[in-house]
């Protein structure tokens, strides 16, 4: 029984082995930028730089990671019950936003 595509790029994705590179943090921030210059990750610009395939997002994203503490602590800044997490996100993407906005200004 042959394998659905889906399923064959899933378990090549399983078998991939991930690589540290060291570089100085002069190399790493210029890694960074050229990356976010051309809209793609630090791991897309290295596998660019070594002839590897990659793909450009269609919609690049940067995460933000949130623990329960900053829950807490963004929901007193918000006024808002530190329960309604998605009321917090919203928030957090509006402030980042406007951050950003009035920066490029």
Same mark, same amino acid.
């Given at each position: 029984? %042959?394998?659905?595509? %889906? ?10 082995? =991930? ?8 190399? &790493?921030?210029?890694? $960074?930028? #050229?990356?976010?210059? #051309? &809209? ?15 793909? %450009?997002?269609?919609?690049? $994203? ?6 329960? #503490? ?10 808002? +019950?530190?329960? +309604?997490? +998605? ?7 509006? #402030?980042? =936003? ?8």
């Amino acid at each position: 029984m %042959k394998l659905s595509d %889906k399923l064959s790029k899933k378990l090549e994705k399983v078998t991939a082995v =991930s690589i540290a590179i060291d570089l100085s943090e002069k190399m &790493g921030r210029r890694l $960074r930028v #050229e990356a976010a210059l #051309e &809209g793609m990750s630090p791991q897309d610009q290295l596998r660019k730089m070594v002839g590897l395939s990659f793909k %450009k997002p269609q919609r690049p $994203r940067v995460t933000l990671s949130l623990r329960e #503490e900053d829950y807490i602590l963004l929901a007193k800044r918000y006024k808002i +019950n530190s329960c +309604n997490k +998605n009321d917090i996100k919203k928030r957090v993407m509006e #402030e980042i =936003s406007k951050t950003l906005h009035d920066q490029a200004c």
